[in-house]
């Protein structure tokens, strides 16, 4: 995954994001606040770019205190293809097991590929 970092990309993503409202709204905030002075200290995570199939924003790994804090990591999901969820989910470092987490996102399927894959390593989920 590629952290956007430079102004003119997060603009772009903001932008493209805002076509898509409602479904985008839970990683358009954080888009929003990254570009403009990042104070909440967020990531905003692509799989490409520019032709991104998901976007992923979260808190910046050193600002994490408590890793049984999911209220802390939370994680805000907006994908175009289920499969980039999936592969999300089960085989990027974007999303550390080594954390409780809760994810937000407002498209279908969201919940059943969560459950799938907690399911599938055994993981619980509430």
């Known amino acids: 995954m590629l952290i956007l970092r430079c102004p003119a990309q997060l603009q772009l993503l903001e932008e493209t994001l805002r076509k898509s409202l409602p479904t985008t709204l839970p990683v358009l905030g954080t888009v929003m606040t990254v570009a403009r002075g990042n104070p909440a200290s967020h990531e905003v995570l692509v799989d490409s770019w520019p032709n991104f199939s998901i976007v992923l924003t979260r808190l910046c790994p050193e600002e994490h205190r408590d ?53 599938a390593r055994g993981m619980k989920v509430e």
């Open 67 to 119: 890793p049984r804090d999911y209220y802390t990591n939370q994680l805000s999901v907006f994908y175009r293809d289920k499969g980039a969820l999936q592969a999300l989910l089960e085989g990027t470092e974007a999303v550390s097991r080594e954390r409780a987490f809760q994810i937000m996102g407002m498209q279908d399927g969201l919940d059943e590929a969560v459950q799938g894959v907690a399911s």
